[in-house]
């Protein structure tokens, strides 16, 4: 069985950069597509944001239109891990970040719009607060 495990958030300033962290244990994520959600402050988890996807094998990428250009997903098969690196933060950006995997029998490759009830496995979440 898949667990995931969030860690790299905290506090930023505007403009700042966090790389937050998504450690897989139980299978190797390389099989998984895996996603990192925003769940805005007040908002179920059902209602957050696709920020990120990257496909089975890193096989293709995906980003929300607002994050294009500042923040970057990438893969480590060694570490068993998925990031996402996110440059010049924004304070509308504050929020419960979570990492989410899917199996080849859902969807190799990512598309956008992959909401909440797409994914197998979910971790805990890592909170991002973005403020001066």
């Known amino acids: 069985q898949l667990q995931l495990m969030e860690s790299g958030g905290g506090l930023v300033q505007p403009g700042g950069s966090l790389r937050l962290s998504c450690a897989a244990s139980?299978?190797?994520?390389?099989?998984?597509?895996v996603s990192w959600f925003r769940q805005a402050p007040g908002k179920e988890r059902e209602d957050g944001v696709q920020i990120s996807c990257i496909g089975v094998g890193g096989g293709n990428v995906i980003y929300a239109d607002s994050v294009k250009g500042r923040f970057t997903i990438s893969r480590d098969s060694t570490k068993n891990e998925v990031y996402l690196q996110m440059n010049n933060l924004k304070p509308e950006e504050t929020g419960e970040y979570f990492c989410a995997a899917a199996g080849p029998s859902r969807f190799s490759i990512c598309f956008p719009g992959l909401g909440y009830y797409a994914w197998d496995y979910w971790g805990k979440g890592t909170p991002v607060s973005v403020s001066s």
């Open positions: 139980g299978a190797s994520l390389e099989n998984y597509a």
